[in-house]
C-alpha cells in the first residue's frame, strides 16, 4: 500500500478521507470528488507493476490449475474454498462499466484437483465488485457463502452491502438476499459498500462480520440468522471503531493511517475471538462471546526503529490481514505495501527535532534526489479567500520569499483545494511548500500525526515541490503546543502563531527506499511481535522496480492440528510456505511459475489421498471419524488467471 503517498491503491470515499484525513487510505475504489481538497484519485485497489520474479520452486508441486477464468488483467481476486467447490471472486476490472464480462463469483469444482472444472457463476449486484471477501460455512446441515460488494462506478445507483447465497448444492446455489449498514445514508446507495466480510457459527446462530468502508463505526456485526431460517432480513447488532477502543489508540505506523481492513474470527478455549486488521493500529483483539456487545482484550503494537529495515524510526506499518495457528498459540499477521519507498521528513533543529511523517504531492515538481532543507515559516491557509476575518485575501498576506528570507512555507489544510495552496507558495516566490493536516483529519487528536497529500483541484503551472505533514508537525515547527480543536490555525483565533512567524528548519527527500510489506509472527494471547519474516528481495534497493509487487498479502494456516506451517500469496513473489514456532518463521517452499504468478488469495484444504475427495485420485472410501487428514492442498487465486492448487512436500508437513 502506497501508505505515504496520495495516489494510493485506491482512495478511500469521501466520508472517510474527509474525516480521517489519512495519508494511506483505504485500498478502495472511488471516484468522486472532495469539495474542499480537490478531486479524488480514480485508482484501484492492488495496483499494477510490471515484471516478477524469476521461475522458480522448492517443495511445492504444481497439482493442477483452471487459469481461464477471466482473460483481463487483474480481473480475480480472493478465494475461499468448502465441500471440494472453489469459489474466485472477479474482480473490479470485470466491470461491465469498465468492458470486462461481470462482476460475482467463480464456483470450480476441486474433486479432482488436478483438472478443476468451473460449474457455476454466483453475479454480483449491479454495479458492483466483489474483492476481499469470500467466505463459506456450515450451518443446519446447508452450506452459506457471503460476499463483499464494492462499487464499479459510483456515479451511478448500487446496493452494494454484503451478498448471503446457498451453496448447499454449488451448480445449482441460490441468492439469500443482500445486507448492509444504511446509516448514515448515502446518495445512490442502498447499503455501505463493504471491503471484506466473514461469516461464523455462535450458539446455535449465524453472524457476519463487515468492513464498513463509509463509517468511522467500520466494524459491522450483523446476525444473520433471520435470513438463513427465512423469518427476517439480516440484523445489525454491533458497530465499532477505534475510538471504541482506547487501549488500540496512540501506537500507530507512519502516517497514523487507521481503518479495518479485514477480520479472523477463531473459538479459543471455549471463547469466541475476533482479530482486527486495523492498518496502521495494527491487529485488535475482541471477545464476541457476546457478539451485540465485543470487549476489547489487547492490540499488537507496530514496534521503533522498524525491525526489518533498522534505519527508520517510523514503521510503516499497513496491517493487511491475519491468521491463527490451528492451535489458538500464534497468529500471524500480513503487511501490505505496495511502495517500497517514502518520503522521509525531519526537522533538523530546535527543541523538537526529529523525525516525522510526511508525504510528498504526486501532482507536484518530485523532490530532488538529494533532498531538501531549510528555514520554514507559517503561512495560514494559503486560500484565495478570507478565511481569517481581517477583510484581507489569505494569499495576499502570505510572506514573500525574499522579504523572508525562509525556504519553505508552511499551510494548514482546509478552506480550498490542496493546489490553491501550492500555488499562493508559488506566487509568494517558494519552491517548497508543505501543507499540515487538519482538525477534523485528526479526528480532533485521534490521529496527531496523519497527513493527506491531496489530488490536484485545479489547473495551473507547478513549479513548486510539495509535502503533507501531521498536524502535530506542523505546531512542532513553530514550537508551539499541539492542539486540536476547531477553530483551525489559519482561522480567527485559530491555535497557531502569526502569518509571518519562523520556524525551525526542514528537510525533505522523496523516494527513499524502505522495503516491501512483510509478515509478523505474534503471541496469540497478548499479540506481542515474536519474529519477523520477508522475501529476501523485499528488502533489497535493486528489487525496488521492474520485478512487480513483492509484497505479501494474505496468510492461512493449516489447519491440521500440530502442523505449523502457513501458506502467504506474496503476488508477484508466488506462494510462500513458511514454518513458524518458538524458533520463529522460516521459509520453507515457494513457486513461481515459468512467466511469472501474481497470487492475491490463498487457501489451504486438509485431504487424504485414500479418503478425502478433493485430492488427485478422488475418493476410495469413506473418511473415519476423527481421522486426521494426511496431507493439505494449497489454493491460490492468479489475478490474472484463476486457480492453481499446490502440494507442499517439504519439512514440518508431517
Known amino acids: 500500500m502506497r501508505s505515504t503517498l496520495v495516489t494510493l491503491c485506491g482512495a478511500l470515499f469521501l466520508f472517510l478521507a474527509g474525516a480521517i484525513g489519512t495519508a494511506g487510505a483505504h485500498p478502495l475504489q472511488y471516484h468522486g470528488s472532495d469539495p474542499v481538497d480537490g478531486p479524488a484519485d480514480d485508482d484501484h485497489q492492488h495496483g499494477e507493476a510490471d515484471g516478477h520474479l524469476p521461475p522458480s520452486s522448492s517443495n511445492v508441486d504444481l497439482v493442477g490449475k483452471l487459469d481461464t477464468l477471466t482473460n483481463i488483467p487483474g480481473g480475480i481476486a480472493d478465494v475461499g474454498a468448502h465441500n471440494n467447490h472453489a469459489y474466485l471472486n472477479a474482480f473490479w476490472p470485470e466491470c461491465l462499466s469498465r468492458g470486462g464480462t461481470g462482476t460475482g463469483v467463480h464456483v470450480v469444482d476441486i474433486s479432482k484437483a488436478e483438472s478443476p472444472t468451473k460449474v457455476n457463476f454466483l453475479p454480483a449486484e449491479s454495479n458492483s465488485y466483489v474483492g476481499e471477501g469470500v467466505h463459506v460455512i456450515d450451518f443446519n446441515d446447508r452450506d452459506i457463502l457471503v460476499h463483499n460488494n464494492e462499487t464499479c462506478d459510483s456515479s451511478q445507483p448500487v446496493v452494494s452491502g454484503f451478498s448471503v447465497w ?24 442502498t447499503y455501505h459498500t463493504t471491503h471484506s466480510v466473514q461469516a461464523f457459527v455462535w450458539q446455535n446462530r449465524a453472524y457476519a462480520v463487515a468492513v464498513d468502508n463509509q463509517d468511522l463505526k467500520d466494524v459491522d456485526i450483523f446476525d444473520i440468522t433471520p435470513v438463513l431460517t427465512s423469518v427476517g432480513p ?96 500464534y497468529v500471524l499477521s500480513t503487511d501490505e505495501d505496495f511502495s517500497p519507498t517514502r518520503t522521509l521528513c525531519q526537522i533538523t533543529s530546535g527543541p523538537n527535532a526529529g523525525d516525522t ?202 489447519s491440521r492440528p500440530g502442523v505449523d506451517l502457513a501458506y502467504f500469496s506474496y503476488y508477484d513473489a508466488g506462494l510462500r510456505v513458511a514454518s513458524f514456532g518458538p524458533g520463529g518463521i522460516t521459509e520453507v517452499g515457494h513457486y513461481i511459475a515459468d512467466g511469472g504468478n501474481d497470487f492475491w488469495g490463498v487457501f489451504p484444504i486438509p485431504v487424504d489421498k485414500n479418503i ?34 499446490f502440494n507442499y512436500t517439504g519439512p514440518g508437513d508431517d
Open 166 to 189: 446457498d451453496v448447499t448444492a454449488p451448480a445449482a446455489a441460490f441468492k439469500l438476499g443482500q445486507f448492509g449498514d444504511t446509516t448514515p445514508a448515502v446518495a445512490r446507495q
Open 612 to 645: 478425502n475427495p478433493g485430492h488427485p485420485g478422488g475418493a476410495k472410501k469413506k473418511p473415519k471419524p476423527g481421522k486426521q487428514p494426511k496431507d493439505t492442498l494449497i489454493l491460490m487465486s492468479d489475478r490474472d488467471s484463476g486457480l492453481w492448487i
Open 234 to 329: 439480516a440484523t445489525l447488532v454491533w458497530e465499532g471503531g477505534l475510538e471504541d477502543w482506547p487501549g488500540a489508540q496512540g501506537s500507530y505506523a507512519n502516517g497514523d493511517t487507521v481503518f479495518h481492513h479485514d477480520m479472523q474470527q477463531k473459538v479459543v478455549d471455549g471463547h469466541n475471538l475476533l482479530l482486527v486488521s486495523y492498518w496502521d493500529a495494527g491487529q485488535v483483539l475482541l471477545n464476541i462471546d457476546n457478539p451485540a456487545a465485543p470487549v476489547f482484550v489487547t492490540d499488537s503494537d507496530y514496534s521503533s526503529p522498524d525491525p526489518l529495515m533498522p534505519a527508520f524510526q517510523i514503521p510503516e506499518g499497513n496491517s493487511h490481514q491475519s491468521y491463527w495457528d490451528q492451535d489458538g498459540d
Open 357 to 558: 511523517a510526511c508525504g510528498e504531492f504526486p501532482w507536484t515538481v518530485p523532490l530532488p534526489p538529494s533532498g531538501v532543507e531549510g528555514q520554514t515559516i507559517w503561512g495560514g491557509s494559503g486560500c484565495e479567500e478570507d478565511l481569517n476575518g481581517n477583510g484581507v485575501s489569505d494569499r495576499s498576506e502570505v510572506p514573500s520569499q525574499l522579504s523572508s528570507s525562509a525556504d519553505i512555507v508552511v499551510f494548514s489544510r482546509g478552506g480550498c483545494f490542496f493546489s490553491k495552496k501550492v500555488e499562493s507558495g508559488q506566487l509568494a516566490g517558494y519552491s517548497i511548500v508543505a501543507i499540515g493536516q487538519s482538525h477534523a483529519g485528526t479526528r480532533n487528536g485521534l490521529l496527531p500525526d496523519s497527513f493527506l497529500c491531496g489530488a490536484q483541484g485545479h489547473a495551473f503551472v507547478v513549479t513548486a515541490s510539495a509535502v503533507c505533514i501531521g498536524h502535530r508537525a506542523m505546531h512542532l515547527l513553530f514550537g508551539d503546543p499541539p492542539a486540536y480543536s476547531p477553530p483551525e490555525g489559519y482561522a480567527a483565533g485559530g491555535d497557531m502563531p502569526a502569518i509571518g512567524t519562523l520556524g525551525a528548519s526542514f528537510s525533505a527527500t522523496g523516494n527513499v527506499f524502505d522495503g516491501w510489506g512483510y509478515v509478523h509472527l505474534h503471541d496469540a494471547a497478548t499479540l506481542a511481535e515474536l519474529d519477523t519474516y520477508a522475501i529476501p528481495e523485499a528488502l533489497d534497493p535493486a528489487y525496488a522496480s521492474g520485478f512487480g509487487n513483492l509484497t505479501v498479502h494474505e496468510v492461512k494456516t493449516d
